[in-house]
C-alpha cells in the first residue's frame, strides 16, 4: 500500500512539475492564451495534491504504528497496576533510619 501510493504521489508531483514549466515557458515567451495560466494553475494543484497524498500515507503509517503499541502499553499498564497491588507496608525501622540520614544530612549542610 505505501509504496504504491508513493509511487502515484511521485508521478502526480512529476507530472504536475512538467506541465508547470511548459506553461511557465509558454507564458514568458509571450504565447498567452487562456488555456497557458489555466494549465499552470491545474499543475500547481497537481503538485499539492502530490504532497497531500504523501502526508495521508504517513499519517496512516504512524496511526498504524500507535494502533500495534497500544496493546504494549496496556500490557505494561496492568504490570504497574499488579505491581501496586503486591507492595506492602514498608517497616518502621525505614522510616527511623531515613530520619537519621535526613538529620545527619541537616547537620551537615548547617555547618
Known amino acids: 500500500m505505501k509504496s504504491r501510493a508513493l509511487i502515484l504521489a511521485w508521478c502526480l508531483f512529476f507530472m504536475g512539475f512538467i506541465f508547470c514549466m511548459s506553461s511557465l515557458i509558454n507564458i514568458l515567451t509571450y504565447k498567452i492564451r487562456i488555456g497557458y495560466p489555466i494549465q499552470l494553475i491545474l499543475a500547481c494543484l497537481l503538485m499539492i495534491c502530490s504532497a497531500l497524498l504523501v502526508a495521508r500515507v504517513e499519517l496512516t503509517r504512524i496511526e498504524n504504528r500507535i494502533g500495534k503499541s497500544e496493546g504494549v502499553w496496556d500490557e505494561l499498564d496492568a504490570r504497574v497496576r499488579g505491581l501496586e497491588r503486591k507492595k506492602g507496608r514498608v517497616s518502621s525501622w525505614r522510616f527511623t533510619d ?5 538529620a545527619e544530612l541537616e547537620k551537615k549542610v548547617g555547618d
Request: hydrophobic fraction near 40%; aromatic fraction near 20%; avoid cysteine.
Open 98 to 102: 531515613l530520619e537519621y540520614r535526613v
